[in-house]
């Protein structure tokens, strides 16, 4: 069993910063990929970044030189830091990693961006 638990989220004016944290524990030796997802009100879940097992690092356009994914392996701990921060980056975040075809979600964290 993997475990997933974010932190970090709430409510930010635009332009504001944000970083997010996602604890992993369990069975986690063999992560392909780790990754931020997210889900805005009325919409699908989509892509945020994904960080892969060799380093490579992918972006969604939206967020791409906003948005800065990185993986701490001393402590098992993704992030994700998020810079000039808009109403429309408002959703629900998701942690995500995939360990030999199984995909593994945390609870999710509320990002809130208003004035």
């Known amino acids: 069993q993997v475990q997933l638990v974010e932190s970090g989220g709430g409510l930010v004016q635009p332009g504001g910063s944000l970083k997010l944290s996602c604890a992993i524990s369990?069975?986690?030796?063999?992560?392909?990929?780790m990754g931020w997802y997210r889900q805005g009100p009325g919409k699908q879940r989509e892509l945020v970044a994904d960080i892969f097992s060799g380093g490579t690092i992918v972006y969604a356009d939206a967020v791409k030189g906003r948005f800065t994914a990185s993986r701490d392996n001393a402590d098992n701990t993704v992030y994700l830091q998020m810079n000039s921060l808009k109403p429309e980056d408002t959703a629900v975040y998701y942690c995500n990693v995939l360990i030999l075809s199984s995909s593994y979600w945390g609870q999710g964290t509320q990002v809130t961006v208003s004035p």
């Open positions: 369990g069975d986690i030796d063999s992560i392909d990929v």
